[in-house]
């Protein structure tokens, strides 16, 4: 299966998902969070740094519901910024 290159837009808000993501889970471990959400370390590894821009929504749920966050807040804040 051959998937289509992300465009620049959805590169960017995989980037400011990873970053809400790193900052919410503060000085709790990658590990700990992780487990508690259900997903692998690495996965969470790879969604934090953006090398994973377009995650699986049942991914971004369990770790949203771990660290607290709403749906509805990630979406709005990793939105493309209306000019």
Known sequence: MVRTPLTPEERERGERLGRLLREARGDRSMADVAAEAGVSAETL???????????????????????????????????????
């Open 45 to 83: 590894r790879k969604i934090e740094t953006g090398r994973a821009p377009t995650p699986a929504f049942f991914t971004v749920a369990a770790l949203a519901g771990v660290l607290g966050l709403s749906m509805d807040g990630l979406m709005a804040r990793c939105a493309p910024a209306v000019v």
